[in-house]
T-cell receptor, first 114, second 112 residues
Framework: KAGVTQTPRYLIKTRGQQVTLSCSPISGHRSVSWYQQTPGQGLQFLFE???????NKGNFPGRFSGRQFSNSRSEMNVSTLELGDSALYLC?????????????FGPGTRLTVL | TQLLEQSPQFLSIQEGENLTVYCNSS?????LQWYRQEPGEGPVLLVTVVTGGEVKKLKRLTFQFGDARKDSSLHITAAQPGDTGLYLC????????????FGQGTTLQVKP
């Protein structure tokens, strides 16, 4: 079974631009969560989607948004990029059939904002 | 704010030594997961612990979940250079499915 895939793997943008990142979950997984990883803050939760609905949201500004499609694929968008948005963006998918919800991560998208 | 304190942050040891990494919180977790991450890659799930007091073994790695489900530990016996990497603990609290709360991570270097 194929793992979680994320595209693109690397991205360079300039301040003020916007960016869209894509995540394809493991087949059959209906939950997709997004995380931001930086050296200073570690891994921080952005949001989670389940069956096309945002079910949980972290403490990030409204510039960070996401959505999920009927095939469970998910995208996240960051508008008006800032230098501090440079990070590794990770998505994880989960089967969501048990209370402990094991999450499986993709390789991430490395975003650099210049 | 739910926090997961992970210690130590950095560990550099010789091959063959034993080590323990700790994750502590004041919050109760319905489950806790341990991951290992290589540079430039996503975290890879090592184990999930669910029951208070649970102990799981994965070859030379032993994972324990505290009785109150607020803390966990990872013990590595006879560390090898291949164990080098970033180890992360992450917990899920009740009612927050899909939201992992991560510790800051432990960077482990095992020297041959």
């Amino acid at each position: 079974k194929a793992g979680v895939t994320q595209t693109p793997r690397y991205l360079i943008k300039t301040r003020g631009q916007q960016v869209t990142l894509s995540c394809s979950p493991i087949s059959g997984h209906r939950s997709v969560s997004w995380y931001q990883q930086t050296p200073g803050q570690g891994l921080q939760f952005l949001f989670e989607y389940f069956s096309e609905t945002q079910r949980n949201k972290g403490n990030f500004p409204g510039r960070f948004s996401g959505r999920q499609f009927s095939n469970s694929r998910s995208e996240m968008n960051v508008s008006t990029l800032e230098l501090g948005d440079s990070a590794l963006y990770l998505c994880a998918s989960s089967l969501q059939i048990s209370s402990y919800n094991e999450q499986f991560f993709g390789p991430g998208t490395r975003l650099t904002v210049l | 704010t739910q926090l997961l304190e992970q210690s130590p942050q950095f560990l550099s040891i010789q091959e063959g030594e034993n080590l323990t990494v700790y994750c502590n919180s004041s919050s109760v977790f319905s489950s806790l997961q341990w991951y290992r991450q290589e540079p430039g890659e996503g975290p890879v799930l090592l184990v999930t612990v669910v029951t208070g007091g649970e102990v799981k073994k994965l070859k030379r790695l032993t994972f324990q979940f505290g009785d109150a489900r607020k803390d966990s530990s990872l013990h590595i016996t006879a560390a090898q250079p291949g164990d080098t990497g970033l180890y992360l603990c992450a917990g899920i609290t009740s009612g927050n499915t899909g939201k992992l709360i991560f510790g800051q991570g432990t960077t482990l270097q095992v020297k041959p």
